[in-house]
């Protein structure tokens, strides 16, 4: 860790509050996508085994 | 096109909501703020300005999801579609109709609610004509924000979510007049661009609100 | 697999995920790659500002970020200019795909505007004009994501939050001078002045690149794969009609 001198806590915060975001939103999406996914996989099933 | 008009108008004080209650939301904004903020007047002399628009601003706000919704409900607004009278027309009618029963009525109660705040005298005139210059704006820019959530059941507090940051330029400008007014400073450069943004909005916004009302109505 | 004659054959939704199960994976590593590397080079190798000290690190994060934010709401209002003229459906979806990315973007440009303030301002938050218009597009992202969760029909949502995106954006443009006129007499030339005036040393300027390409890239990544989740979910909701029809 390089010396951040008196702006220790401002850094890191901001690093950690960005972090947070980023990966909140890839989170978010990647969860959404693989939820809709499955849900159309489900109903494409149906589609195709009532003709 | 008159015709319109007339009819808004007379639904408007018939329904008794019309110019009652943006000037009774007013004054009560003005006798909030004071409570909220402290009775000390060199500091309300200091807000009024901004406090005064602000107050007009949230009083225009609260009529605006009635513009259509009336005649959303009763097919009027399909009526009015297929008319010869253009969509675009329509939507200033009906921002001219918010504007006679809101901002007016409010610019005419200022002076009153001015006293109240402390407004320093120097800035009353500059208030009054900022407020003359901006209120219309913010009723074409309203019915703009109203005819988007036309059909939606509760959709007032998506309406001022749309139309309030729609609404800063105005009143960044707006206050701004008003505030260097008040502290006899020159203000032509915000006079000036209140005005050109309202003439702006005023000849392009229709446009939009009636293509949104094409769609709405689809 | 058929020649590709123009760029709006990607405007097919089959097409579009088709192309995008090839492509999406490049964007998503590079994204990665640029990332680790921009950041890792911005917060270990390099110095500290002699003005700014360590705060300067900072630049890594909100540069990026700040241009992200923008450039999402630009490339919503080319989305939905292109639904405007042409009704392509993925092209209102990539709009309303965008604007979730957008305001993360947003919020991170302003919280390290923020808390990059801080150490110069002495308060956790001030109304300079970048930060105050960062917040006002935060708004404007709001209302547009609130409108189409709002409207029920699918065109009729297109079409609506189309118009109220070209609409804000002129709006947010002439905000950007109100606001910049609004606090000009206040914190005259004390504003949070970034690399586009001053000159950045070119050992800050590279891994600073690199942070952008890769902040850029996850734009790209991220936007990608939501479109397609909302062109999936657009399928769901037509199968569930048809069944209910049935």
Not at chain 2, 53 to 64: E, P, V
Not at chain 2, 86 to 97: G, H, S, Y
Not at chain 2, 163 to 183: D, K, S
Request: net charge positive.
């Amino acid at each position: 860790m390089p010396d951040l001198g008196k702006y220790a806590d401002a850094v890191l915060g901001a690093y950690a509050v960005s972090l947070l975001l980023l990966a909140g939103i890839v989170a978010l999406s990647l969860w959404r996508s693989r939820r809709v996914k499955a849900e159309l996989e489900v109903l494409e099933e149906r589609r195709k085994s009532n003709g | 096109m008159t015709a319109l008009l007339m009819r808004d108008l007379q639904l408007a004080i018939r329904a008794g909501g019309g110019f009652g209650l943006a000037l009774a939301f007013f004054l009560i904004v003005v006798v909030l703020v004071p409570l909220g903020v402290g009775p000390d007047s060199t500091r309300l002399s200091s807000i009024a300005p901004g406090m005064l628009w602000l107050g007009a601003l949230l009083a225009c706000l609260l009529s605006l999801d009635r513009i259509f919704s009336l005649d959303w409900e009763d097919g009027s607004l399909d009526l009015l579609a297929t008319s010869p009278m253009p969509l675009e027309a329509v939507a200033m009618v009906k921002a001219l109709a918010h504007w006679i029963t809101t901002g007016l009525p409010l610019v005419l109660a200022t002076p009153l609610f001015a006293v109240m705040l402390n407004l320093p005298g120097t800035g009353l005139n500059a208030l009054l004509l900022s407020l003359a210059l901006g209120t219309p704006a913010l009723s074409v820019i309203g019915t703009f924000g109203a005819a988007l959530t036309v059909g939606l059941k509760r959709g007032g507090l998506l309406l001022s979510l749309l139309v309030l940051p729609l609404y800063v330029p105005t009143l960044i400008f707006g206050a701004e007049m008003a505030r260097r007014a008040a502290e006899t400073q020159g203000y032509q450069t915000p006079l000036l661009m209140l005005a050109g943004i309202t003439c702006g909005v005023i000849a392009l916004l229709p446009f939009a609100t009636a293509a949104v009302l094409r769609a709405n109505l689809r | 697999m058929a020649h590709r004659s123009s760029i709006w054959e990607y405007a097919n939704p089959r097409t579009f995920i088709d192309t995008t199960d090839r492509v999406l994976p490049f964007f998503a590593w590079g994204a990665g790659v640029c990332l680790v590397v921009g950041l890792i080079w911005g917060f270990f190798f390099t110095p500290d500002d002699f003005r700014q000290g360590s705060t300067v690190k900072i630049i890594y994060l909100h540069v990026p970020s700040a241009m992200m934010a923008i450039n999402a709401w630009v490339m919503m209002l080319v989305a939905s200019l292109v639904w405007v003229v042409r009704r392509h459906h993925v092209s209102a979806l990539a709009a309303r795909a965008a604007a979730p990315v957008g305001i993360a973007m947003t919020l991170i440009a302003l919280f390290t505007g923020a808390i990059w303030g801080q150490p110069m301002w002495g308060t956790w938050w001030a109304w300079d004009p970048r930060l105050t218009s960062f917040l006002i597009l935060f708004l404007f992202y709001l209302g547009y994501v609130a409108l189409w969760g709002a409207i029920e029909n699918d065109e009729t949502a297109a079409d609506l939050t189309s118009i109220l995106c070209l609409v804000g954006s002129v709006f947010a443009l002439l905000s950007r001078y109100a606001v910049n006129f609004w606090n000009q007499g206040l914190h005259q030339g004390a504003s949070l002045s970034l690399d586009k005036e001053e000159n950045v040393a070119d050992v800050f300027y590279f891994p600073l690149l690199v942070c952008i390409a890769g902040f850029v890239l996850l734009f790209i990544a991220l936007v990608l794969m939501r479109t397609r989740t909302e062109i999936r979910a657009r399928r769901i909701k037509a199968l569930l009609a048809r069944e209910r029809r049935a």
